[in-house]
């Protein structure tokens, strides 16, 4: 199945190998409560009525709001969440996220991508 584009076009969805759904989004994003409205609604598109463990790709991810926050506490096609990031303030956004909100699936933060793949297929 072809990538989908992240209505705005600050990030894109894809089902890898039938297994693991991958939300990659731009570099330098802001994201918005309708970005995080648009990236939910892909996952569940890709997703096709299913659960997929997920891996977001947030590195470089300029900021992200309030409202977009609570829009990830609302459940979507994830039935875990590996969020990928490799600088301090991907981490700061990460924990930010992981320590505010009630997230409606197990959801971590790494640093390494093999490490998070490990964790989402365990």
């Not at 409560?33 to 947030?58: G, K």
């Not at 924990?95 to 909100?101: A, E, M």
Request: charged share 20%; aromatic share 6%; glycine share 4%.
């Amino acid at each position: 199945m072809e990538p989908i584009v992240v209505s705005g076009g600050k990030g894109r969805v894809s089902l890898e190998n039938q297994e693991i759904i991958h939300l990659l989004w731009e570099p330098k994003v802001r994201i918005e409560a309708a970005d995080a409205r648009a990236a939910m609604a892909a996952v569940n598109s890709i997703a096709r009525d299913s659960e997929y463990p997920m891996l977001v790709d947030m590195t470089t991810t300029e900021s992200l709001s309030r409202q977009a926050r609570s829009v990830f506490t609302i459940r979507c096609a994830a039935s875990r969440i590996a969020l990928l990031g490799t600088s301090p303030v991907d981490r700061i956004l990460a924990n930010w996220s992981l320590g505010v909100q009630n997230l409606p699936c197990p959801t971590r933060f790494f640093t390494s991508r093999t490490e998070a793949m490990k964790w989402l297929l365990a």
